[in-house]
């Protein structure tokens, strides 16, 4: 199944209020529709512990290796300090890319950006406000299987925090 069309079945349960409390669930569905098996603990690891600390979900590769971190917080822990926490922990196991989510709304950060949670983020989209095809596009740069596995999504997470970082000081000089 085409993700665009998964995304838009998650969308519609969302809008009906059947996957309203099924966070987990909507994360698990998009990780198979971007290529990952997650009964495979090899790869998908649910609880995945980091010094004392647990996040959602590992996706690793075939030497165990992390290659990016899940966390799935409800809406209003989104940006309290058990994220941030998480974040750092994400920084001290240097994993390139770090995800918050609500089920509905995706946060992607680079951590080896910074340690300021606030200024690695890269991008968010939203499942029931994006458009389908946009949502489908950054999901598969950053999350697919295939992306990850090969490195693409570590270099696009990479350059796209790059580009933010020149935007932000060219927009700084200006004011000054």
Same mark, same amino acid.
């Given at each position: ?5 998964? +995304? ?9 209020? +059947?996957?309203? @409390?099924? &966070?987990? @669930? +909507?994360?698990?569905? *998009? !990780?198979? /529709? $971007? ?5 495979? %603990?090899?790869?998908?690891?649910? %609880?995945?512990? +980091?010094? /004392? ?5 590992? !996706?690793?590769?075939?030497? =165990? ?7 799935? %917080? ?38 080896? /950006? ?9 991008? =968010?989209?939203? $499942? ?14 950053? *999350? ?11 270099? =696009?997470?990479?350059?796209?925090? !790059? $580009? ?8 700084? &000089?200006?004011?000054?």
């Amino acid at each position: 199944m085409c993700l665009q069309v998964t +995304i838009d079945q998650i969308r519609d349960g969302i809008e009906q209020g +059947i996957l309203k @409390a099924e &966070r987990h @669930a +909507i994360v698990e569905k *998009l !990780l198979r /529709g $971007l290529g990952w098996q997650t009964d495979d %603990k090899m790869f998908v690891v649910r %609880k995945y512990r +980091i010094g /004392g600390r647990t996040i959602d979900y590992g !996706l690793r590769n075939n030497l =165990a290796w992390p290659l990016a971190f899940i966390e799935v %917080k409800n809406i209003s822990e989104l940006d309290s300090v058990a994220a941030r926490q998480i974040f750092s922990s994400a920084i001290r196991r240097r994993v390139p890319i770090f995800v918050l989510t609500d089920g509905r709304v995706w946060r992607f950060f680079h951590t080896f /950006g910074s340690d300021d949670y606030a200024d690695c983020q890269v991008c =968010a989209l939203d $499942l029931i406000d994006g458009d389908s095809k946009t949502n489908a596009l950054l999901l598969q740069r950053y *999350l697919s299987y295939k992306s990850l596995q090969d490195g693409d999504a570590a270099r =696009a997470i990479e350059n796209n925090y !790059l $580009l933010l970082v020149e935007a932000k000081h060219l927009s700084e &000089r200006k004011i000054m």
